[in-house]
């Protein structure tokens, strides 16, 4: 009886959105930005998940975070295979902010090794908003700011602007900049993040605090939610001073206190810069491993 209910309210809700779509082409009840949303959305069953997903996102990410069993299930499995993100250098995130061509859609089929959610689809240079992260909101306390995660690119910007008045304020290039900047100085990583919903497309940069984040959660459960930048951290023993912050600050607790020093767990590390930039002594460096995967350096896809 409950799952007929449930059916009838979602079919419900497609109805609706049906006729929204239809009114909203003619320009009357539909927001100016939901037609280019559902279009990207593709069939109705992602244009309902992704409609609820971009405008109630608070809710969507604090139902998954706080009330849906954890662990590495079937169900886990699955969400990460149709909803996950690639750690990105630094570097590579402002790459992709300060990007001055397109690039056109294709398939990133190498860099991120999943089957759904891999596209990549940007105008140069891309629209950029700055967003509330709902995951550190999903936390009694939590890391402060909170408006740091990047919507990029057409339609999703529109969107959540749209949507979501004074949750989401576009960017400037110097301010998208400014803000993985910041981040990555407060030790955060960088991460790109593709959904099916989405059409599949990359849409979002999140920067990601290791006490907060559900993609970092899910990663210690044994979920792989995040796939490597394609780089490791590489310690030097003799400038090393042994004063575990790289420790501390791993979103991934990658790096332990050894003997001779501190050592780096290569399976656990995903090379996303949080230790070398918060290395006093700069003693980490990020180093290409093959072994790690392909970078996703939209220099090198343009």
């Known amino acids: 009886m409950i799952l007929a209910i449930l059916g009838c309210v979602v079919l419900l809700f497609i109805v609706l959105l049906a006729v929204l779509w239809i009114v909203g082409e003619r320009g009357r009840l539909m927001m100016r930005s939901t037609p280019a949303f559902f279009r990207a959305a593709g069939g109705w069953g992602a244009r309902l998940h992704a409609y609820i997903y971009g405008r109630w996102t608070g809710r969507y990410v604090d139902f998954l975070l706080n009330k849906t069993p954890s662990g590495n299930g079937s169900g886990a ?164 001073g042994r004063c575990a912050t790289c420790v501390d600050v791993c979103p991934f607790n990658a790096i332990a206190t050894g003997e001779d020093g501190m050592v780096r767990d290569w399976e656990k590390c995903l090379g996303c810069g949080a230790c070398e930039v918060k290395c ?13 995967g392909v970078p996703l350096d939209v220099r090198a896809l343009a």
Not at 86 to 92: G, I
């Open 77 to 240: 499995a699955w969400l990460a295979e149709h909803y996950h993100g690639k750690v990105l250098t630094h570097d590579h995130a402002e790459a992709i902010v300060t990007l001055d061509h397109p690039i056109e859609e294709r398939d990133l089929e190498q860099i991120v090794p999943y089957k759904h959610a891999r596209k990549l689809l940007l105008d140069g240079p891309p629209d950029v908003a700055a967003y509330e992260c709902y995951c550190r909101h999903s936390r009694a306390e939590h890391c402060q700011p909170t408006q740091v995660c990047m919507v990029i690119g057409k339609p999703f910007v529109d969107f959540v602007l749209e949507h979501n008045p004074g949750k989401a304020r576009r960017l400037t290039r110097q301010e998208a900049v400014d803000l993985l900047r910041e981040e990555h100085e407060r030790g955060h990583l960088h991460s790109a993040w593709f959904k099916d919903a989405m059409g599949d497309r990359f849409y979002s940069i999140c920067n990601c605090c290791k006490c907060c984040c559900g993609g970092i959660q899910a990663m210690r459960g044994g979920v792989r939610m995040m796939a490597s930048s394609g780089y490791v951290a590489e310690i030097d023993r003799e400038l090393c």
């Open 280 to 292: 006093p002594n700069q003693a980490i460096h990020m180093v290409r491993d093959a072994r790690k």
